[in-house]
Protein backbone atom coordinates (compact mmCIF):
# COMPACT_ATOMS: atom_id res chain seq x y z
CA UNK A 1 0.00 0.00 0.00
CA UNK A 2 1.44 3.27 -0.73
CA UNK A 3 2.24 5.60 2.05
CA UNK A 4 1.69 9.21 2.20
CA UNK A 5 4.95 11.14 3.38
CA UNK A 6 5.86 14.86 3.91
CA UNK A 7 9.31 14.10 5.75
CA UNK A 8 10.80 13.45 2.57
CA UNK A 9 14.54 14.59 2.17
CA UNK A 10 15.98 16.71 -0.38
CA UNK A 11 18.62 13.92 -0.80
CA UNK A 12 15.70 11.13 -1.61
CA UNK A 13 14.04 13.30 -4.07
CA UNK A 14 17.49 13.64 -5.73
CA UNK A 15 17.63 10.06 -6.29
CA UNK A 16 14.65 9.46 -7.17
CA UNK A 17 15.61 12.18 -10.24
CA UNK A 18 18.96 9.68 -10.56
CA UNK A 19 17.04 6.41 -11.01
CA UNK A 20 17.52 4.93 -14.38
CA UNK A 21 14.41 6.15 -16.58
CA UNK A 22 12.61 2.93 -17.40
CA UNK A 23 12.96 2.00 -13.25
CA UNK A 24 11.75 5.51 -12.19
CA UNK A 25 8.56 5.06 -14.67
CA UNK A 26 8.08 1.80 -13.32
CA UNK A 27 7.77 3.34 -9.25
CA UNK A 28 5.76 6.24 -10.60
CA UNK A 29 2.98 4.23 -12.32
CA UNK A 30 3.24 1.29 -9.97
CA UNK A 31 2.38 4.36 -7.39
CA UNK A 32 -0.01 5.72 -9.90
CA UNK A 33 -1.90 2.67 -10.60
CA UNK A 34 -2.55 1.91 -6.45
CA UNK A 35 -4.28 4.76 -6.09
CA UNK A 36 -5.71 6.06 -9.08
CA UNK A 37 -7.53 4.50 -12.30
CA UNK A 38 -4.78 4.63 -14.90
CA UNK A 39 -6.74 4.78 -17.89
CA UNK A 40 -8.81 8.44 -16.62
CA UNK A 41 -7.47 11.90 -17.01
CA UNK A 42 -9.41 14.72 -15.58
CA UNK A 43 -10.38 17.47 -17.97
CA UNK A 44 -9.96 21.23 -17.32
CA UNK A 45 -10.40 24.45 -18.84
CA UNK A 46 -8.66 27.73 -17.90
CA UNK A 47 -9.74 30.77 -18.67
CA UNK A 48 -8.38 34.34 -17.99
CA UNK A 49 -11.11 36.50 -16.46
CA UNK A 50 -8.99 39.41 -16.01
CA UNK A 51 -5.46 39.94 -18.40
CA UNK A 52 -2.36 41.84 -18.65
CA UNK A 53 -1.34 44.53 -16.09
CA UNK A 54 0.10 42.92 -13.63
CA UNK A 55 2.45 44.54 -10.99
CA UNK A 56 4.59 41.34 -10.43
CA UNK A 57 8.17 41.25 -12.39
CA UNK A 58 7.39 37.11 -13.17
CA UNK A 59 10.09 36.82 -15.82
CA UNK A 60 8.23 34.34 -17.46
CA UNK A 61 5.01 35.94 -17.56
CA UNK A 62 3.48 37.97 -20.46
CA UNK A 63 1.12 39.65 -18.57
CA UNK A 64 3.73 41.33 -16.18
CA UNK A 65 3.60 45.07 -17.25
CA UNK A 66 7.60 44.79 -17.31
CA UNK A 67 7.26 42.53 -19.96
CA UNK A 68 7.19 44.13 -23.75
CA UNK A 69 4.88 41.44 -24.82
CA UNK A 70 2.32 42.82 -26.65
CA UNK A 71 -0.32 42.06 -23.91
CA UNK A 72 -3.09 44.30 -23.47
CA UNK A 73 -4.57 45.31 -19.64
CA UNK A 74 -8.27 44.44 -19.49
CA UNK A 75 -11.01 44.60 -16.79
CA UNK A 76 -12.51 41.73 -15.20
CA UNK A 77 -14.92 39.95 -17.51
CA UNK A 78 -18.14 40.50 -16.43
CA UNK A 79 -19.92 37.76 -14.47
CA UNK A 80 -22.36 36.91 -17.89
CA UNK A 81 -19.52 36.27 -19.88
CA UNK A 82 -17.34 34.11 -17.25
CA UNK A 83 -20.66 32.06 -17.00
CA UNK A 84 -21.22 31.52 -20.62
CA UNK A 85 -17.84 30.49 -21.30
CA UNK A 86 -17.98 28.14 -18.39
CA UNK A 87 -21.11 26.46 -19.85
CA UNK A 88 -19.08 26.20 -23.11
CA UNK A 89 -16.30 23.96 -21.37
CA UNK A 90 -19.21 21.65 -19.26
CA UNK A 91 -20.45 21.38 -23.07
CA UNK A 92 -16.80 19.75 -24.12
CA UNK A 93 -16.74 17.37 -21.54
CA UNK A 94 -14.84 19.68 -18.88
CA UNK A 95 -15.03 18.67 -14.87
CA UNK A 96 -13.07 21.68 -13.49
CA UNK A 97 -13.33 25.28 -15.06
CA UNK A 98 -9.86 27.46 -13.95
CA UNK A 99 -10.43 31.19 -13.91
CA UNK A 100 -7.05 33.47 -13.54
CA UNK A 101 -6.84 37.24 -13.14
CA UNK A 102 -3.81 38.68 -13.47
CA UNK A 103 -2.88 40.47 -10.21
CA UNK A 104 -0.64 40.97 -7.05
CA UNK A 105 -3.50 40.09 -5.15
CA UNK A 106 -7.32 40.90 -5.67
CA UNK A 107 -9.00 44.15 -4.31
CA UNK A 108 -11.91 44.16 -1.58
CA UNK A 109 -13.85 46.24 -4.42
CA UNK A 110 -13.53 43.03 -7.07
CA UNK A 111 -14.44 40.27 -4.18
CA UNK A 112 -17.95 40.50 -4.66
CA UNK A 113 -18.02 40.19 -8.26
CA UNK A 114 -15.26 37.38 -7.80
CA UNK A 115 -17.64 35.72 -5.50
CA UNK A 116 -20.82 35.65 -7.85
CA UNK A 117 -18.80 34.18 -10.37
CA UNK A 118 -17.68 30.87 -7.95
CA UNK A 119 -21.19 30.65 -7.20
CA UNK A 120 -22.56 30.51 -10.97
CA UNK A 121 -20.01 28.14 -12.22
CA UNK A 122 -20.18 25.93 -9.15
CA UNK A 123 -24.33 26.16 -9.82
CA UNK A 124 -23.34 24.69 -13.48
CA UNK A 125 -22.05 21.50 -11.60
CA UNK A 126 -18.68 22.27 -12.45
CA UNK A 127 -16.00 22.15 -9.85
CA UNK A 128 -14.47 25.55 -9.24
CA UNK A 129 -10.63 26.80 -9.61
CA UNK A 130 -9.26 30.54 -9.12
CA UNK A 131 -5.69 32.17 -9.52
CA UNK A 132 -5.52 35.52 -8.33
CA UNK A 133 -2.34 36.33 -6.82
CA UNK A 134 -1.73 36.78 -2.97
CA UNK A 135 -4.82 36.40 -0.47
CA UNK A 136 -5.57 37.64 2.93
CA UNK A 137 -7.20 34.62 5.21
CA UNK A 138 -10.54 37.44 4.87
CA UNK A 139 -9.95 37.01 1.11
CA UNK A 140 -9.74 33.10 1.37
CA UNK A 141 -12.35 33.27 3.63
CA UNK A 142 -14.88 34.83 1.57
CA UNK A 143 -13.82 32.59 -1.20
CA UNK A 144 -14.39 29.40 0.79
CA UNK A 145 -17.99 30.51 1.83
CA UNK A 146 -18.84 31.42 -1.69
CA UNK A 147 -17.81 27.10 -2.76
CA UNK A 148 -14.65 28.02 -4.17
CA UNK A 149 -13.15 24.20 -4.57
CA UNK A 150 -9.43 25.13 -5.42
CA UNK A 151 -7.10 28.08 -5.43
CA UNK A 152 -4.36 27.91 -7.40
CA UNK A 153 -0.90 29.66 -6.27
CA UNK A 154 2.02 27.89 -7.65
CA UNK A 155 5.45 28.15 -6.15
CA UNK A 156 7.37 28.27 -9.62
CA UNK A 157 10.42 26.71 -8.99
CA UNK A 158 12.95 25.58 -5.96
CA UNK A 159 14.08 28.34 -3.00
CA UNK A 160 17.34 28.87 -4.18
CA UNK A 161 16.25 29.77 -8.12
CA UNK A 162 13.23 31.51 -7.56
CA UNK A 163 14.75 34.86 -6.94
CA UNK A 164 16.10 35.19 -10.20
CA UNK A 165 12.83 34.83 -11.78
CA UNK A 166 10.79 37.33 -9.27
CA UNK A 167 11.73 39.78 -7.67
CA UNK A 168 8.96 41.52 -6.68
CA UNK A 169 7.17 38.68 -4.36
CA UNK A 170 9.13 36.00 -1.80
CA UNK A 171 9.02 32.32 -1.80
CA UNK A 172 7.10 32.91 2.13
CA UNK A 173 4.99 35.08 1.05
CA UNK A 174 3.71 31.58 -1.86
CA UNK A 175 3.75 29.60 0.81
CA UNK A 176 1.66 32.26 3.20
CA UNK A 177 -1.02 32.77 0.62
CA UNK A 178 -1.17 28.38 0.50
CA UNK A 179 -1.51 28.43 3.78
CA UNK A 180 -3.88 30.81 4.24
CA UNK A 181 -5.84 29.08 1.15
CA UNK A 182 -5.66 25.73 3.38
CA UNK A 183 -6.85 26.86 6.91
CA UNK A 184 -9.74 28.25 4.48
CA UNK A 185 -10.60 24.81 3.84
CA UNK A 186 -9.96 25.06 0.38
CA UNK A 187 -8.35 22.89 -2.11
CA UNK A 188 -4.90 23.70 -2.54
CA UNK A 189 -3.72 23.42 -6.29
CA UNK A 190 0.43 24.51 -6.28
CA UNK A 191 3.36 23.55 -8.31
CA UNK A 192 5.87 25.17 -10.92
CA UNK A 193 7.22 25.80 -14.26
CA UNK A 194 10.54 23.60 -15.23
CA UNK A 195 12.82 24.94 -18.17
CA UNK A 196 13.54 28.14 -16.90
CA UNK A 197 16.92 27.54 -17.05
CA UNK A 198 17.20 25.74 -13.56
CA UNK A 199 19.46 22.69 -13.04
CA UNK A 200 17.40 19.90 -11.64
CA UNK A 201 19.15 20.19 -8.00
CA UNK A 202 16.71 23.41 -8.73
CA UNK A 203 13.75 21.27 -9.83
CA UNK A 204 14.80 18.76 -7.10
CA UNK A 205 13.71 21.75 -4.29
CA UNK A 206 10.51 22.94 -6.30
CA UNK A 207 9.56 19.20 -5.62
CA UNK A 208 10.84 18.92 -2.02
CA UNK A 209 9.11 22.16 -1.26
CA UNK A 210 5.27 20.68 -2.12
CA UNK A 211 6.37 17.05 -0.85
CA UNK A 212 6.80 18.46 2.55
CA UNK A 213 4.42 20.79 3.03
CA UNK A 214 1.70 19.63 6.07
CA UNK A 215 -0.58 18.87 3.40
CA UNK A 216 -0.32 17.73 0.06
CA UNK A 217 -1.42 19.82 -2.77
CA UNK A 218 -4.48 18.47 -4.46
CA UNK A 219 -2.88 19.42 -7.59
CA UNK A 220 0.21 19.73 -8.76
CA UNK A 221 0.33 21.41 -11.97
CA UNK A 222 3.74 20.94 -14.15
CA UNK A 223 4.13 23.69 -16.72
CA UNK A 224 7.46 23.22 -19.20
CA UNK A 225 8.47 26.92 -20.33
CA UNK A 226 6.75 28.77 -22.94
CA UNK A 227 9.00 31.62 -24.03
CA UNK A 228 7.49 34.79 -24.84
CA UNK A 229 9.45 37.25 -26.54
CA UNK A 230 9.34 40.14 -24.77
CA UNK A 231 9.45 38.48 -21.36
CA UNK A 232 12.80 38.46 -19.50
CA UNK A 233 13.01 34.70 -19.65
CA UNK A 234 11.62 34.64 -23.47
CA UNK A 235 14.32 36.92 -24.26
CA UNK A 236 16.92 35.49 -22.30
CA UNK A 237 16.25 31.67 -23.52
CA UNK A 238 15.16 32.52 -27.33
CA UNK A 239 18.68 32.09 -28.52
CA UNK A 240 19.87 29.39 -25.93
CA UNK A 241 18.58 25.50 -26.96
CA UNK A 242 19.90 23.72 -24.68
CA UNK A 243 17.97 25.97 -21.80
CA UNK A 244 15.08 23.82 -23.01
CA UNK A 245 14.18 21.02 -20.54
CA UNK A 246 14.46 18.14 -22.51
CA UNK A 247 11.65 15.81 -23.17
CA UNK A 248 13.06 13.17 -20.80
CA UNK A 249 13.87 15.45 -18.05
CA UNK A 250 10.36 16.90 -17.93
CA UNK A 251 9.11 13.26 -18.05
CA UNK A 252 11.10 12.73 -14.88
CA UNK A 253 9.68 15.51 -13.25
CA UNK A 254 6.38 14.77 -13.25
CA UNK A 255 7.40 10.92 -12.40
CA UNK A 256 9.35 12.08 -9.21
CA UNK A 257 5.70 14.27 -8.40
CA UNK A 258 3.56 11.19 -8.63
CA UNK A 259 5.96 9.05 -6.65
CA UNK A 260 6.62 11.62 -3.57
CA UNK A 261 2.87 12.91 -3.51
CA UNK A 262 0.73 9.61 -4.83
CA UNK A 263 -2.87 10.95 -3.93
CA UNK A 264 -2.34 14.58 -5.82
CA UNK A 265 -3.39 15.09 -9.06
CA UNK A 266 -0.91 15.73 -11.13
CA UNK A 267 -1.39 17.65 -13.99
CA UNK A 268 -0.19 19.13 -17.52
CA UNK A 269 -0.13 22.44 -18.63
CA UNK A 270 1.63 24.84 -20.00
CA UNK A 271 3.55 23.81 -22.73
CA UNK A 272 2.07 20.54 -23.59
CA UNK A 273 1.03 21.75 -27.28
CA UNK A 274 4.44 21.60 -28.00
CA UNK A 275 5.17 18.19 -26.69
CA UNK A 276 4.95 15.02 -28.99
CA UNK A 277 2.12 12.51 -28.67
CA UNK A 278 4.93 10.06 -27.59
CA UNK A 279 6.16 12.23 -24.71
CA UNK A 280 2.49 12.94 -23.28
CA UNK A 281 1.94 9.31 -23.24
CA UNK A 282 4.90 8.94 -21.25
CA UNK A 283 3.72 12.08 -19.23
CA UNK A 284 0.60 9.35 -18.21
CA UNK A 285 2.30 6.61 -17.95
CA UNK A 286 4.36 8.09 -15.32
CA UNK A 287 1.65 9.55 -13.40
CA UNK A 288 0.13 12.44 -15.23
CA UNK A 289 -3.83 12.21 -14.70
CA UNK A 290 -4.70 15.76 -15.55
CA UNK A 291 -4.77 18.38 -18.47
CA UNK A 292 -6.00 21.30 -19.64
CA UNK A 293 -8.45 21.09 -22.64
CA UNK A 294 -8.92 24.04 -25.06
CA UNK A 295 -6.93 26.05 -27.37
CA UNK A 296 -5.79 28.34 -25.04
CA UNK A 297 -4.49 28.80 -21.76
CA UNK A 298 -4.59 32.44 -20.34
CA UNK A 299 -2.46 33.84 -23.27
CA UNK A 300 -0.55 30.70 -24.90
CA UNK A 301 -1.34 28.36 -27.02
CA UNK A 302 -3.06 24.78 -26.14
CA UNK A 303 -3.04 21.75 -28.16
CA UNK A 304 -7.74 22.13 -28.47
CA UNK A 305 -10.32 19.49 -27.76
CA UNK A 306 -10.47 17.51 -31.06
CA UNK A 307 -6.18 17.07 -30.84
CA UNK A 308 -6.87 15.96 -27.19
CA UNK A 309 -9.92 13.57 -28.34
CA UNK A 310 -7.46 12.03 -31.02
CA UNK A 311 -4.87 11.31 -28.94
CA UNK A 312 -7.08 10.20 -25.81
CA UNK A 313 -8.80 7.62 -28.88
CA UNK A 314 -5.00 6.25 -29.53
CA UNK A 315 -4.02 5.64 -25.98
CA UNK A 316 -7.14 4.21 -25.00
CA UNK A 317 -7.78 7.23 -22.25
CA UNK A 318 -11.08 8.52 -21.00
CA UNK A 319 -12.30 11.56 -19.22
CA UNK A 320 -12.24 11.23 -15.17
CA UNK A 321 -15.69 8.98 -14.10
CA UNK A 322 -15.46 10.45 -10.60
CA UNK A 323 -13.78 12.71 -8.03
CA UNK A 324 -9.96 12.63 -7.67
CA UNK A 325 -8.72 10.95 -4.64
CA UNK A 326 -7.78 13.75 -1.89
CA UNK A 327 -11.59 14.93 -2.93
CA UNK A 328 -13.72 11.76 -1.88
CA UNK A 329 -12.07 11.34 0.91
CA UNK A 330 -13.00 14.56 2.26
CA UNK A 331 -16.92 14.09 1.26
CA UNK A 332 -17.06 9.99 2.27
CA UNK A 333 -19.45 10.06 4.82
CA UNK A 334 -18.13 7.72 7.64
CA UNK A 335 -20.25 4.83 8.86
CA UNK A 336 -22.27 5.56 11.98
Partial sequence: MTQIRTDWAREEIAELFNLPFTELLF???TVHREVHPPEEVQLCTLLSIKTGGC???CGYCSQSVH????VEATKLMDVQAVLQRAAQAKDAGSQRFCMGAAWRNPKD????AIV???KGVRGMGLETCMTLGMLTPKQAEMLSEAGLDYYNHNVDTGPEYYERVITTRNYQERLDTLQNVRDSGINVCSGGI???GET????VGFVHTLATLEQHPESVPVNALVPVKGTVLGDMLADTPLAKIDDIEFVRTVAVARITMPKSMVRL???RESMSEATQALCFMAGANSIFTGDKLLTAANAGDESDAALFAKLGLKPLQGDEPMRAEKVAVPAE
Fill in 27 to 29: QAA
Fill in 55 to 57: PED
Fill in 67 to 70: ADSG
Fill in 109 to 112: RDMP
Fill in 116 to 118: EIV
Fill in 194 to 196: VGM
Fill in 200 to 203: RDDR
Fill in 269 to 271: SAG
